[in-house]
Nanobody
Framework: QVQLVESGGGLVQPGGSLKLSCEAS????????MGWFRQVPGKQRELVAT???????NYADSVKGRFTISRDNAKNTLYVEMNSLKPEDTAVYYC?????????????WGQGTQVTVSS
């Protein structure tokens, strides 16, 4: 079983920064694709960024150049550093773990952490 626990959310002014963390239990972290997603009420959950086990990254166009995803496999922890935050970045941010396909396991999700960008 995998448990994902996010932390680091909060209230920040436009233009400010936040760093979210996601700590994973179990042994799947270092071999899995990890990602951050976000969701606002009434809308679908959307991709923010992903990072492979080898460190290759992918970003949504809306966050490119402002957000940086990273991982520490020794600590089983995923991060996203968010800079130049905008009100439209306000959402609940979720951590996602996608095991390798050959394992035949489902994705895992954290409980989410609220990020509010407002003056």
């Amino acid at each position: 079983q995998v448990q994902l626990v996010e932390s680091g959310g909060g209230l920040v002014q436009p233009g400010g920064s936040l760093k979210l963390s996601c700590e994973a239990s179990g042994r799947l972290f270092r071999i899995s694709v990890m990602g951050w997603f976000r969701q606002v009420p009434g809308k679908q959950r959307e991709l923010v960024a992903t990072i492979t086990s080898g460190g290759s990254t992918n970003y949504a166009d809306s966050v490119k150049g402002r957000f940086t995803i990273s991982r520490d496999n020794a600590k089983n922890t995923l991060y996203v550093e968010m800079n130049s935050l905008k009100p439209e970045d306000t959402a609940v941010y979720y951590c996602n773990l996608r095991p390798p396909e050959w394992l035949g396991q489902r994705d895992y999700w954290g409980q989410g952490t609220q990020v509010t960008v407002s003056s």
